[in-house]
């Protein structure tokens, strides 16, 4: 069985473009929440997403967006990108929605804004 | 919302001694806690979880403590490796009635070096 996929692996990109970062969970997984990892602010969570609707949503501007598709397969989308946006971005998948299980992560995608 | 914080940040033990990382939530809702190992350029992989109606949970060398009503818990590593050497993140989740949510509060991390 295949694990979470992150594309692509590491972004250089510019102030002010914007970035598309995909995520493919592992087969049968509905639900795929995004995380940013810094390593001053540590893992903190995005947006969760269940069968293509946000279900959950952290505290980051409205910058940053994501969408899920009926595959299960999620993107997160950065506009107006900033210096500070630089950092590992993952996605984790889970199997079930209720109750608690594993939540699977990607690899990530390193972005760095110069 | 739901703010977790871990101590140490820091921690370096002898082969073979144990390590504990204990960790804090603010929000009694909480009802799930998993603990996460990253090795350098990995992803966050778990290694252990305890939900709350258990107060503690044992694994081979890990196991995980839970106090609700002081609201923190503990990850305990025994006979400790160099291969236990990583980053360790405790973090708390909470499930609605309508079912399990997948936020999760993460600590700010714990880097563990096992030194031979």
């Known amino acids: 069985k295949a694990g979470v996929t992150q594309t692509p692996r590491y972004l250089i990109k510019t102030r002010g473009q914007q970035v598309t970062l995909s995520c493919s969970p592992i087969?049968?997984?509905?639900?795929v929440s995004w995380y940013q990892q810094t390593p001053g602010q540590g893992l903190q969570f995005l947006f969760e997403y269940f069968s293509e609707t946000q279900r959950n949503k952290g505290n980051f501007p409205g910058r940053f967006s994501g969408r899920q598709f009926s595959n299960s397969r999620s993107e997160m989308n950065v506009s107006t990108l900033e210096l500070g946006d630089s950092a590992l971005y993952l996605c984790a998948s889970r199997g079930v929605d209720r109750g608690h299980t594993e939540a699977f992560f990607g690899q990530g995608t390193r972005l760095t804004v110069v | 919302g739901e703010n977790v914080e871990q101590h140490p940040s820091t921690l370096s033990v002898q082969e073979g001694d144990s390590a504990v990382i204990k960790c804090t939530y603010s929000d009694s809702a909480s009802n799930y806690f998993p603990w996460y190992k990253q090795e350098l350029g990995k992803r966050p992989q778990l290694i252990i979880d305890i939900r709350s109606n258990v107060g503690e949970k044992k694994d081979q060398r890990i196991a995980v403590t839970l106090n609700k009503t002081a609201k923190h818990f503990s990850l305990h590593i025994t006979e400790t490796q160099p291969e236990d050497s990583a980053v360790y993140f405790c973090?708390?989740?909470?499930?609605?009635?309508?079912?399990?949510?997948?936020?999760?509060?993460f600590g700010t991390g714990t880097q563990l070096k096992v030194e031979l």
């Open positions: 087969s049968g997984h509905r639900s």
């Open positions: 973090a708390a989740s909470m499930s609605g009635i309508t079912g399990g949510g997948n936020k999760l509060t």
